[in-house]
């Protein structure tokens, strides 16, 4: 059985730092192209930032190029999403995605809310 699980989202206020955590099972981590992924209220699902299988090479949106990271462990089955400089606008529930071409899963969503 398939699972992402998220974690580490909250209140932060603006200028502030979180990390994200995302641990997989059911499935060859290592094999998988992981994404985070993110939608506020009223909007469409955007692509965050992605890792690749092979390379780790990474890839982000121009919103938050310069102040997110995203990396892996494969030892841990675990993507991270280090974000810093938080602004109002990346409030918005963060979902994980593991990509295996042929499949694609979808965790729960983690919620993130910037606001003083």
């Known amino acids: 059985q398939v699972q992402l699980v998220e974690s580490g989202g909250g209140l932060v206020q603006p200028g502030g730092s979180l990390r994200l955590s995302c641990v997989a099972s059911?499935?060859?981590?290592?094999?998988?192209?992981m994404s985070w992924y993110r939608q506020a209220p009223g909007k469409k699902r955007e692509l965050v930032a992605t890792i690749t299988s092979t390379t780790s090479s990474t890839n982000y949106a121009d919103s938050v190029k310069g102040r997110f990271t995203i990396s892996r462990d494969n030892a841990k089955n675990t993507v991270y999403l280090q974000m810093n400089s938080l602004e109002p606008k990346d409030t918005a529930v963060y979902y994980c995605?593991?990509?295996?071409?042929?499949?694609?899963?979808w965790g729960q969503g983690t919620q993130v809310t910037v606001s003083s």
């Open positions: 059911g499935f060859t981590f290592s094999s998988a192209t």
């Open positions: 995605n593991a990509n295996l071409k042929l499949y694609s899963y």
